[in-house]
């Protein structure tokens, strides 16, 4: 990993904000999942433009071979937007396609741009994480507006030796579709195309299920990647877990043994952004300093699918 970027857009929602229109609270929303606002993208403004703003920054002067987009609210249901992120970012006939694995996105992208550059197809990949969901939700549902918020954060992957700060993996990568409808939207692609229930075209969690399994699957997936790895627990400066819910994360961080300030936590500020959330929490991470050169760190994510997985790097100096 050589470089870093991120976009948020300008609104900023607070919970209070929230309140106004739906039956919540700013204190049940902090208390219940740590957050306190979150960005919202201003109408017309999408994961593509989120994408390319994220994108320029990690490239800087530099090019790429090839990108990876992770997202699950692509512009469009067809075609996949990477390749419109691609040209904007003047990028020419760069290899292009997007991964959607929801929330678990960024890790499953970051194995493909890693799987990629050991297969000797691409030098260097630009791997973003980016979501609009507050284009999926129902404005009118209190049990997700408050959750969520739009971002997007991008990396740069270059080959390199497995031995250098910033090289990625090993990987573990899972998924259960019989939960599927834990967390979904139901209608509007291929099986149900239209409903005449809006609900059916919105997301809809079963958020205490959800919350169950992202604890077990994110701290059984941890021990796996360590293990693989051959790193105690203890090895872990900092733990970069999908910022779903301060609980989830601080739970997390607790069945593995990790002590309270290895976490590395942003979700007070952004909510839960998706396949955007983790090189979120890295940017910030980097920006108070809790994130330097040398720490080791565990990235792992769980989402919709349902999906999960993590991998590990030392923190490399960016370029
Ligand atoms: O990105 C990966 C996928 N997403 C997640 O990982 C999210 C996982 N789930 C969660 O983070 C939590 O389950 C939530 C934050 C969504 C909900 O927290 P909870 O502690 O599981 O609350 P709950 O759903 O059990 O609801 C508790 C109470 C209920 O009222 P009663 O039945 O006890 O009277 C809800 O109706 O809180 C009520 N409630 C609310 N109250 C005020 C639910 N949403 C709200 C709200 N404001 N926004």
């Not at 970027?5 to 740590?34: C, F, H, K, M, Y």
């Not at 989402?303 to 490399?316: D, I, K, N, R, V």
Request: net charge negative; glycine share 10%; charged share 20%.
């Amino acid at each position: 990993m050589t470089a870093l970027g991120r976009a948020l857009p300008e609104r900023v929602v607070t919970n209070d904000e929230l309140a106004q229109t739906l039956d919540t609270s700013d204190e049940w929303i902090r208390t219940r999942t740590g957050i306190r606002e979150r960005r919202m993208a201003a109408p017309g403004e999408s994961t593509v433009d989120l994408a390319v703003a994220a994108g320029r920054e990690a490239l800087g002067d530099s090019s790429v071979d090839a990108v990876v987009l992770a997202t699950s609210t692509a512009d469009q249901l067809c075609p996949a937007s990477a390749p419109q992120v691609a040209a904007r970012l003047g990028l020419g006939t760069a290899a292009a396609f997007d991964v959607n694995a929801v929330c678990s996105g960024f890790v499953y992208a970051l194995a493909t741009a890693q799987g990629f550059i050991a297969g000797g197809i691409a030098n260097r990949v630009l791997v973003i994480g980016a979501d609009v969901f507050t284009s999926l939700v129902d404005p009118t549902d209190r049990t997700t507006v408050p959750i969520f918020g739009d971002g997007a954060g991008a990396v740069v992957l270059r080959a390199g030796d497995s031995d250098e700060p910033g090289a990625i993996g090993p990987f573990d990568l899972h998924s259960e579709g019989e939960l599927a409808d834990l967390l979904w939207v139901e209608a509007g692609g291929s099986k149900h195309r239209f409903s005449e229930d809006q609900r059916d075209h919105h997301l809809v969690m079963q958020g205490t299920a959800v919350f169950r399994h992202a604890c077990a699957r994110m701290a059984e997936s941890s021990r796996a990647v360590l293990e693989q790895a051959g790193w105690m627990v203890g090895d872990v400066d900092r733990f970069v877990g999908h910022q779903a819910n301060i609980r989830i994360l601080q739970a997390t961080a607790k069945h593995l043994g990790l002590p309270a300030d290895a976490v590395v936590a942003n979700i007070d500020r952004v909510g839960n952004t998706s396949a955007a959330s983790i090189p979120l929490a890295l940017a910030d991470a980097v920006d108070d300093g809790t994130l330097v050169p040398g720490h080791r760190v565990l990235l792992t994510a769980f989402g919709a699918g349902l999906t999960w997985g993590s991998t590990l790097l030392t923190w490399p100096e960016l370029g």
